[in-house]
């Protein structure tokens, strides 16, 4: 089972807002990546978590907040967000935080800021 | 983050092969990989290749990997108007995670 769950799908809050996205694996994978896409870019990273410890910060705004309660769960919290944040959300997991991991991607979540 | 280069767009009819071309500065990677994006989806890991390998067929897909030119390419045979999508390819530079490059918008007409 290769399998990366995200909810929600879709997510439209207000500039005030707080709101969660959350990502589930149950694979044994270590290390847990948060991804930004914006519309016909590549995925850019934001975050990765080894061992359930912040490793990378890819110079995310403090608006955006990540959290690993656990191995299985990673978590990215939204405040006060701008409409330049909405984008697809893409969440991954690999085995270990190293190169030569194959990298899960979940299909995403879908936000809109208004 | 490292430069990876795709070329932007290809365009092919149904039943005849498509070949994606990549090129990468850093050959530190340990794994290339290919995903595929449909629109309105995720990534869908297509295919990867370990970077001592040359060639990886995987039913109607052949990843080539030329290490001295740092050139990847995918090639799907007998494509079909499914194989429509943004294809990315990605390594694990740095040692974390991925890179990638800006997709090729894969079009197949009937």
């Known amino acids: 089972d290769t399998e990366v769950t995200q909810t929600p799908k879709h997510l439209v809050m207000g500039m005030t807002n707080k709101k969660s996205l959350k990502c589930e694996q149950h694979m044994g994978h270590r290390a847990m990546y948060w991804y930004k896409q914006k519309a016909k870019k590549p995925p850019e990273l934001m975050f990765v978590?080894?061992?359930?410890?912040?490793?990378i910060n890819e110079s995310v705004p403090s608006r955006f907040s990540p959290e690993c309660p656990n191995s299985s769960l990673l978590n990215l919290h939204l405040h006060a967000l701008q409409p330049e944040d909405s984008a697809l959300y893409l969440c991954a997991s690999s085995r270990r935080r190293v190169s030569g991991n194959t990298i899960y991607f979940g299909e995403g979540s879908w936000l809109t800021v208004v | 983050g490292e430069d990876v280069e795709q070329s932007l767009f290809l365009s092919v009819r149904e039943g005849d092969s498509s070949v994606i071309n990549c090129t990468y500065t850093?050959?530190?990677?340990?794994?290339l990989y290919w995903y595929k994006q449909e629109p309105g989806a995720g990534l869908q890991l297509l295919t990867y290749i370990f970077s001592n390998m040359d060639m990886k067929q995987d039913q109607r897909l052949t990843v080539l990997l030329n290490k001295k030119d740092k050139h990847l390419s995918l090639r799907i045979a007998d494509t079909q108007t499914g194989d429509s999508a943004i294809y990315f390819c990605g390594g694990g530079y740095s040692g974390y995670a991925l890179n990638f490059g800006k997709g090729t918008s894969l079009l197949v007409t009937p």
């Open positions: 978590y080894s061992y359930e410890k912040l490793s």
């Open positions: 850093d050959s530190s990677s340990t794994y």
